[in-house]
């Protein structure tokens, strides 16, 4: 069965730098695009950016693109987001989600247990 | 604020039937499909309307999706107390190259 196992909780201080996976199961690894979505306590979904586990390209959200940064690791079929100079309006759930074939798809049924990051002095 | 515009609140009874709306724009719902979700507090989302009006499997036939230009909805009759959670729509969006999500709408079953 798919999954998506992710990363334990982090507590980081303000200006210092996170780095969540995401280990896949259960499906062809490379053949399906993954998206990081957060949401902030008590808020919505945010969408973060998606990597091509195949090539590696990424596309960011723009409010984070000059602070996020998407890898993939695909002997270990692993993805990891790392977000710098970190915020107090960080603090929020990650989670990992398979996308599909193509890049422009918004439905999602596959979906890491998420990743609480604090930030906090 | 967020892409999509959904009602922050709605409720219902057990056994009656609530509908969720969702308004976007050209570049999103106007032309691509409408996903919705279902969150449970302290769990990731789970997809329940993929491509406009379709259920994965294992979801009730009581939720049902619809879309129109570039509004979408998600019905839910014969409410549960189960179904009290919070409900978001998603497309993707040409402008901004990436999914966009509306701002949730959560509902109470009365």
């Known amino acids: 069965q798919v999954q998506l196992v992710q990363s334990g909780a982090e507590v980081k201080k303000p200006g210092a730098s996170v780095k969540v996976s995401c280990k896949a199961s259960g499906y062809t690894f490379i053949s399906y695009y993954i998206h990081w979505v957060r949401q902030a306590p008590g808020q919505g979904l945010e969408w973060m950016g998606i990597i091509n586990p195949s090539g590696g390209s990424t596309t960011y959200a723009q409010k984070l693109q000059d602070r996020v940064t998407m890898t993939r690791d695909t002997s270990t079929r692993t993805v990891y987001m790392e977000l710098s100079s970190l915020k107090s309006e960080d603090t929020a759930v990650y989670f990992c989600?398979?996308?599909?074939?193509?890049?422009?798809?918004?439905?999602?049924?596959?979906w890491g247990q998420g990743t609480l990051v604090t930030v906090s002095s | 604020q967020s892409v999509l515009t959904q009602p922050p609140s709605a409720s219902g009874t057990p056994g009656q039937r609530v509908t969720i709306s969702c308004s976007g724009s050209?570049?999103?719902?106007?032309?691509?499909?409408v996903n919705w979700y279902q969150q449970l507090p302290g769990t990731a989302p789970k997809l329940l309307i993929y491509s406009n009006n379709q259920r994965p499997s294992g979801v009730p036939d009581r939720f049902s999706g619809s879309k129109s230009g570039t509004s979408a909805s998600l019905a839910i009759s014969g409410l549960q107390s189960e179904d009290e959670a919070d409900y978001y729509c998603a497309a993707w969006d040409d402008s901004l190259n990436g999914p966009v999500f509306g701002g949730g709408t959560k509902l109470t079953v009365l």
């Open positions: 989600a398979r996308g599909g074939y193509y890049h422009d798809t918004s439905d999602y049924a596959y």
């Open positions: 050209s570049s999103n719902i106007g032309s691509y499909t």
